[in-house]
């Protein structure tokens, strides 16, 4: 036990503020369609086709590269173009807000710093890590808690900023969250580290990844976007129209994303691509997955609140309250401990330097 405690302690120490940081910012991501005040963005969805196909060619026109439309979350189509810019138009095509890079959207930089901490691909695998970091916490934070389980305390904040009350606080308010920290560290890294979760999800069956989208040949004028929103809604009349990808670089083909009833992805996984003429190539429908791939398709959802409506939201609010509470305060007792202690040995040393001398 006592080594389970030095390594839990000390790991902590070093790591507790990366992961506060997490839990801040996922708590925040959690709400951020209600805090998006823009005009519009409470407004009822109004899923017309015929709309919708004429927004998404005005946006295109505009050099849109990603067009996701308004959804019961947040009622404002919101445009992704290159190098980072974008806009968001009400649902009657007007715009009522653009940028030309993240910083000047707070939703925009919070889930970069959430899931990259602004370093893309690395920063993604820090947070992977510190992830691994708080789920081994989590079970060895369990484990120790079960030997001094008769002191626990119903408490949200800890009595006093010293290190016994900290202690006592991480402790009981750890125990309290640790399903919920639990539930989140292990959807965090099954999207981060997506081989060790086929692993995982084995005896359910092998993970289907999506295929690479179809190249076409680049379209002469205008494409017939309508077309291809129509086209994807007679195929799926129940889906739900999402997203629409113009040919970029990380996608050379047109696909309309949507979502089905069944589907906990808020963007949906089925997808139906065309070239510049609205001629289909291909259909991905998760109806025809596995079960492996349908579980992991749910972890997106469940990680940001996005199922289970405002208990769950409340849920994950909870989780990332805790972490930061859980990582803020244990890192800040750790060092301030080991400060005072030092202070401490100083005139101890310097007593002992005196007598022998």
Known sequence: MKTLSFLHRWSGGFIGLLLALLGLTGMILVWEDTWISLPGAHDPVIGQVDRLAAISERAAAD??????????????????????????????????????????????????????????????????????????????????????????????????????????????????????????????????????TRVVLSPFGSIQRPASPPKIEPA????????????????????????????????????????????????????VYFDGSAKLLRVDDPATTNRATAINESFYSIHTGRSGGLLWKLAMTLSGLGLTLLGSLACWSFWVRRARRKTARRPLEGLTAELAA
């Open 63 to 196: 050099g849109a590269i990603r067009i996701t439309f308004a959804s019961d979350a947040i009622g404002l189509h919101q445009v992704t173009k290159d190098g980072g810019a974008g806009a968001y138009l009400n649902q009657a095509g007007a715009t009522v807000a653009t940028w030309t890079s993240q910083w000047q959207r707070p939703e925009l930089w919070l889930f970069d710093l959430h899931h990259h901490l602004f370093s893309g691909e690395t920063g993604e695998i820090v947070t992977g890590i510190a992830g691994g970091f708080g789920l081994l916490f989590v079970i060895t934070g369990s484990i120790l808690w079960w030997r001094s389980r008769r002191a626990f305390r119903w408490r949200l904040l800890p009595g006093k900023l010293q290190p016994g009350p900290l202690v006592a606080h991480h402790r009981d308010i750890g125990i309290l969250v640790a399903p919920l920290l639990l539930v989140s560290f292990l959807t965090g890294l099954s999207m981060v580290f997506p081989s060790a």
């Open 220 to 271: 002469q004028g205008p494409a017939p976007l309508g077309m291809m929103l129509r086209q994807a809604q007679a195929r799926f009349p129940k889906g739900e129209l999402r997203r629409l990808l113009l040919p970029s670089k990380r996608s050379p083909a047109y696909a309309v994303r949507m979502r089905q009833p069944f589907e906990w992805n808020p963007n949906g996984r089925t997808a």
